[in-house]
């Protein structure tokens, strides 16, 4: 009987790390739902697989209940130079079996968008608006 409750908790264990339900039960669907804390840090590329970036953080709208966007974080070396971008969720495709996001620009854009420091995060002061708008048409 022992031999059957480890089988079972090492399916249950085998499932909870790869998101698949192999068990009598309904399958899980791969990528419906995720934790923030397990996209944070997850690698950011663009279609042509150049590093744009990691996910520093997901914002929360709280008069909605939904994902506003993902602070990515962009460039720098020991801390110089970085830049933050919010980058509307709707623009980031989900590359589950790599554990990384593809968000379709290349790095010159990501470049020259209007970004923000660690002081400044938007919805905190006046160019919020410019963040979001200019990622509107794209």
């Known amino acids: 009987m022992d031999v059957k409750i480890n089988e079972k908790e090492q399916l249950f264990e085998n499932d909870n790390l790869s998101g698949e339900n192999k068990g009598a ?3 899980n669907q791969w990528g419906r739902y995720l934790t923030a804390s397990s996209v944070t840090g997850d690698k950011v590329v663009n279609s042509s697989d ?8 997901v914002m929360l709208d709280l008069e909605t209940g939904t994902i506003d966007y993902f602070v990515i974080e962009f460039g720098g070396f020991l801390g110089l130079g970085v830049k933050y971008f919010a980058i509307p969720l709707r623009l980031l495709k989900l590359d589950a079996p790599n554990k990384r996001f593809i968000f379709n620009q290349s790095r010159e854009v990501l470049q020259n968008a209007p970004g923000f420091d660690m002081d400044h995060w938007p919805d905190t002061n006046l160019h919020f608006d410019d963040v979001h708008s200019y990622w509107r048409f794209i």
Do not use: A
Request: aromatic residues 0%; glycine residues 10%.
């Open 25 to 27: 039960l309904l399958p």
């Open 50 to 57: 150049e590093h744009l970036g990691e996910i520093k953080e």
